[in-house]
């Protein structure tokens, strides 16, 4: 059960880093304008000359689940260094360890994971803190579930004491009326001067993708300035300190920075980043289309083959008069009617297989936004 | 997935370290549970309540000693508890005087918005008497529309930063409370858009009720069921938010205009706390709700006014347990003038210069008992109880080197500890003095405190000649000088020999509080009193004789005057001379001194746009491996390769053909593997891509080509490609 749900966390993570790239992309539309002149020419001159650019597609590119296996596999270079950069690192735990106490955040930055040492750090020197680590490199990361945990932890210990003070047993589930992320850090609050335990929260990349909007950073604020909470994070993106005001970084998050470079490879925090050689292109296209046609009717994915073949024999040609490709269709029995047809092409387009041109005669034509290779390829498969 | 987690390097450096390999993909999870006993530890250090100043709390104690010297290598957990302890202590003294500087300075203001509270309370009693029932009623009560405005002070804050404020209006708040208000504090989050109205309701009946609201509506009849509660209805409610202007205009408007309709049943005030000018507020909300406010106006001193004050006590007064070298305070004069100007990011960095100061030092828990009155007593029972490697450690302090007489043992250690007490109070003596003439012509402390802790101004004023010399200069360019800091104890000596006889009097009042300690100095400034005197009762004389315009007479007169100025000059640079000696010049100077400015720096301003590229850029830097030390500059297939990767790219423009990236990439990879196997000395990267088939050698270059960029992007130093351009990359960081 474990395993498949994970799998289907794994789905969705990868997904939702398919989205963000996306979204990144309509930025990095936008960033082109706002460029200063002269890089503007520099990005214009690049476009220009991008026709005799050199494609990605022209890289004698191996199989991705190839270049996946080499990848998790890869040897790390420079074990022995790193291995003793680390170790250098041990002996200022119990310096980082006294800043803690002192009130301050720690917050780690410098090239290279910090995961893995960051976790050592708090498993051999902070053994006096309830230590929760949030892995805020996933998309996944839900701040309400670990609000919720933090007010547990806090609970269990005020409530001992306050059966001790009082002699009454306390309820064991916290109070209602905890909707929202907002009450949740509202009680935390209120109970942690009392409580009698120290949490230590241990975030990595706190400028992960499911923390970085303002709502969850003012939210960490707030618990990091709570009397029995300290906060040990990492940042990896160079315009983190951007998330936080002066108020959050100086009288809430209490930053004592440090600079770490591990240049251990971001593994875990880039698994669910896509593969640059396969993430644009024909490639990633060739399958998501393979996809997306296999879930079709064999009716539809006739349909689609008519116009693959049509574009692949006239490639000079803008695209497909949509009444040529009704009248090719009628004819080999794929189509009834009009309506039909317009079925299939609403299904096409939505998927972004099929795009609708205006034809130099002034017709709406339908055209493939596939290289030919990609699209003889996909023609193969389909089959 | 494990195998991501158990990677060759982690395992190695990490070894103990057992993580779960599920973990890495979990959102959350809990590493461990604190142990029992630790944290009670834990949290009686943690916590700032109850902490005691004197010999109780002090890090020695016999018992531990003993243990300490019968094991003598003590376990570095005693002696952390030591420093912790006294960094506690020495941070909750300035604590406290920072509190109350701060506290003193808002004072007048806080009593000015209580009168005024006061007042508009009263006048509001006096006109309207409701009794409950009439309280309670959901709808308004019809009377004359001015008595439906609010009265409501705005307070100028003065400062752009809002950030110092928090902590006024924190105290305003408690001022308030502790006078009979009932106070609401909130702030521009309580006023937001998501939340709307309700929001800021619940906000502000949360803050006014002592018990949770469970269940309860948040609305104004809530609120006026509580107000008539028993002992609250005699009391005003007093809203205050301290950033006026970052709230949604909407929001506060519409709340604005929901309590004005209470307002003859409940007696509500606003506070708020304006960044800009008087008009803002105008600017800002919405007419209707405009018309229902009573507007005042109070201000707040200025940061410099508060910076002023806060050297005064913490830097000077208390200088003689924790004190800063010259390049830590030109650094920090130098980060609150240009880097932002705020008070807490001042006090914030010199939270952190304390804290690096007890956990770097080693002996400056020996600092500590510099508040006690029997300060060699207790370092005297200390060192019998210190182990040698301790002692030894206070031998090799770095101004003790040159010190011949401190070898001679226990005794002259605590002979220098005691000079150095007494030589920084003077020093603190000294300053003050000096700030009294500066608070005349409105100078800045900070520039002076800088000054009066260089050691080299020091060195250069120990003969004579040179301190006429180094004064002369300070004349020819006390403009220049003055801008960089460098001068201003020049400009104060000027700044007496053009004081009037009434302020040089006032002066050598304060003068006479400030230099109890040194008799010396005492007695001069009592002399020097009296002849102000007698030029005193010239004066009256002189202003007569102005009037008649006898100007021999008056020159006479003002002679008699400047040299009474020349006097009190001559005397501040007498004293300036013999007792204001920068503590770097004082042996042991380090048990209470902080000086590493790199490390306060880098512990506050974190740089990692620059940092991370550097890291990048000059990985051979840290990881200190054979193949870097031929040439640093070459790129080597055995470099880190994201490194490689972006020295690649730094020879690209805005934009990174993927393709021509790719391809130098591989040449690095592949080609120097074949000279190095020309060498006969392959490199690791070569060694295990040998005996690999080209296609696995493909897919390693391919892989590791993947593996880098996405590293640089998680670095946030690269965009993806788009659906526009899917062959090129942009870049994002352009020099350092």
């Not at chain 1, 892995?135 to 007010?151: D, E, H, P, R």
């Not at chain 1, 001067?193 to 993708?209: A, E, K, Y």
């Not at chain 1, 951007?242 to 593994?267: G, R």
């Not at chain 2, 001042?346 to 956990?359: V, W």
Request: charged share 25%.
């Amino acid at each position: 059960m474990a395993p498949k749900r994970k799998k289907v966390e794994v789905e969705e993570e990868e997904a939702r880093a398919q989205v963000e790239v996306e979204e990144e992309d309509e930025e990095e539309e936008e960033l082109a304008f706002s460029r200063n002149y002269f890089l503007a020419k520099e990005v214009g001159s690049a476009s220009g000359k991008r026709s005799a650019a050199r494609k990605v597609s022209e890289i004698n590119l191996v199989d991705e689940q190839l270049l996946r296996a080499s990848l998790s596999e890869l040897p790390t270079k420079h074990e022995k260094e790193i291995g003793s950069l680390l170790e250098s690192y041990k002996g200022l735990y119990s310096n980082w360890l006294f800043e803690l106490r002192c009130g301050f955040g720690l917050l780690m930055y410098g090239f290279g994971s910090k995961k893995a040492f960051l976790e050592d750090f708090a498993s051999s020197t902070l053994t006096s803190y309830t230590v929760v680590v949030i892995n805020g490199y996933l998309a996944s990361v839900n701040l309400k579930q670990v609000m919720t945990t933090i007010a547990e932890i806090l609970w269990e210990h005020y409530k001992c004491k306050a059966k001790i003070s009082t002699g009454k047993k306390q309820q064991t589930q916290l109070p209602n009326g905890l909707k929202s992320v907002d009450d949740i850090v509202t009680f935390i609050v209120d109970i942690s001067d009392d409580c009698n335990c120290s949490v230590c929260l241990l975030i990595h990349n706190i400028d992960g993708p499911a923390l970085r909007d303002p709502d969850s950073q003012q939210h960490l604020a707030r618990v990091s300035c709570c009397s029995c909470i300290c906060l040990v994070a990492s940042i990896d993106h160079v315009n983190a300190p951007l998330l936080w005001d002066k108020k959050m970084a100086y009288t809430q998050f209490k930053w004592s920075w440090h600079h770490v470079p591990t240049f251990v490879p971001y593994k875990v925090e880039g698994l669910f980043n896509p593969l640059i050689l396969f993430s644009s292109g024909h490639v990633q296209t060739t399958k998501t289309a393979l996809v997306v046609l296999q879930s079709l009717t064999p009716n539809a994915q006739s349909v689609f083959r008519v116009l693959a073949e049509f574009q692949l024999a006239n490639e000079k040609e803008e695209g497909m008069h949509v009444s040529e490709l009704y009248t090719k269709c009628r004819e080999q029995f794929l189509v009834s009617s009009q309506v039909t047809l317009n079925a299939h092409l609403t299904e096409f387009k939505d998927h972004k297989l099929v795009k609708m041109r205006r034809h130099s005669d002034g017709q709406d034509c339908l055209h493939i936004p596939l290289p030919t290779n990609a699209l003889e390829k996909l023609l193969q498969e389909l089959v | 997935m494990a195998k991501h987690q158990t990677s060759p390097q982690s395992a190695s450096s990490q070894g103990a370290n057992s993580q779960d390999a599920n973990h890495t993909l979990e959102p959350f999870f809990i590493l461990h549970k604190a142990q029992p006993q630790a944290t009670v530890v834990e949290k009686v250090s943690k916590s700032r309540k109850g902490r005691k100043k004197g010999i109780e709390s002090s890090p020695k104690s016999p018992e531990k000693s003993k243990r300490t010297t019968s094991d003598e290598q003590p376990s570095n957990t005693l002696y952390e508890q030591w420093w912790f302890k006294a960094f506690n202590e020495i941070w909750s003294l300035i604590q406290s005087s920072i509190e109350g500087v701060l506290r003193d300075i808002n004072l007048k203001l806080f009593n000015e918005v209580l009168q005024w509270i006061e007042d508009s309370f009263s006048e509001i009693k006096s006109n309207v008497k409701l009794s409950s029932s009439e309280i309670l009623q959901p709808y308004p009560l019809l009377a004359d529309t001015l008595c439906r405005k609010i009265p409501t002070a705005f307070v100028l804050t003065k400062n752009a930063e809002f950030v110092d404020d928090i902590q006024t209006f924190c105290d305003l708040g408690s001022h308030l409370k502790a006078n009979r208000c009932h106070v609401a504090n909130m702030s521009a989050l309580d006023f937001s858009l998501k939340f709307g109205i309700g929001g800021s309701v619940r906000s502000l009946l949360r803050q006014l009720h002592s018990e949770p609201l469970d269940g309860k509506i948040a609305d104004m009849l809530t609120l006026a069921k509580w107000y008539c509660e028993e002992e609250k209805n005699d009391k005003p409610i007093v809203v205050m938010i301290d950033d006026m202007e970052c709230c949604n205009a909407d929001v506060l408007g519409n709340f604005i205009t929901m309590l004005s309709e209470w307002v003859m049943k409940i007696p509500i005030f606003f506070i708020m706390g304006v960044a800009t000018t008087i008009e803002a507020p105008k600017n800002m909300l919405p007419s209707d709700a405009l018309q229902h406010l009573n507007p005042s106006k109070l201000t707040l001193g200025t940061p410099s006014d508060r910076m002023n004050s806060l050297v005064e006590s913490v830097l000077v007064e208390v200088c003689y347990c924790f004190s800063l070298g010259h390049e830590v305070s030109v650094f920090l004069r130098n980060y609150f003038l240009r880097h932002d100007g705020t008070i807490t990011s001042f006090i914030s960095a010199l939270k952190l210069a304390c804290s690096k100061h007890f956990s770097l030092e080693s002996v400056s828990f020996l600092g500590l008992y510099m508040l006690d009155q029997d300060s060699e007593e207790r370092w005297s029972e200390k060192f019998v109880y210190l182990p040698e490697s301790m002692k030894r450690c206070v031998l090799n302090l770095h101004s003790c080197k040159s010190e011949k007489n401190l070898q001679g043992g226990v005794g002259s250690i605590v002979q220098q500890l005691s000079d150095l007490k007494a030589s920084q109070r003077f020093w603190s003596s000294v300053v003050l003095c000096l700030f009294e003439v500066a608070r005349y012509s409105k100078m800045q402390f900070l520039d002076i405190f800088c000054e009066a802790t260089d050691p080299k101004m020091y060195c250069m004023n120990g003969s004579e000649n040179s301190l006429k010399k180094h004064f002369r200069c300070g004349d020819k360019n006390s403009t220049a000088r003055s801008s960089s800091g460098v001068g201003s104890i020049t400009r104060v000596i000027h700044t007496i020999r053009e004081m009037p006889v009434a302020a040089l009097s006032n002066l050598l009042d304060k003068w006479n509080n400030h230099t109890e300690e040194m008799t010396e100095i005492n007695e001069e400034v009592k002399k020097l009193q009296s002849v102000l005197a007698s030029v005193d009762e010239g004066k009256v004389y002189e202003e007569n004789l102005h009037n008649i315009r006898n100007r021999k007479s008056v020159s006479v007169i003002s002679g008699k005057r400047n040299s009474a100025n020349e006097k009190v000059a001559m005397l501040l640079d007498a004293m300036i001379r013999k007792y204001m000696k920068p503590l770097e010049c004082m042996t042991l100077h380090e048990i209470i001194c902080f000086r590493d400015v790199d490390v306060l720096q880098s512990g506050l301003i974190g740089d990692p746009r620059k940092t991370i590229q550097l890291d990048l850029l000059k990985c051979h830097s840290y990881l200190s491996c054979s193949c870097f030390s031929s040439d640093a500059k070459n790129l080597s297939p055995s470099m880190h390769d994201t490194s490689i990767m972006y020295k690649l790219a730094q020879e690209f423009g805005d934009v990174i053909n993927l393709y021509e990236w790719y391809q130098s990439f591989k040449t690095v990879l592949t080609s120097s593997s074949q000279t190095s196997r020309k060498r006969g000395r392959p490199s690791p990267a070569s060694k295990k891509a040998k005996p690999l088939p080209p296609s696995e050698t493909e897919a390693l270059i391919q892989a590791r080509f993947c593996g880098a960029v996405t590293e640089l992007q998680i670095s946030g130093l690269l965009r993806m490609p788009t659906k526009r351009r899917p062959d090129f990359i942009q870049r994002i960081a352009f020099g350092l």
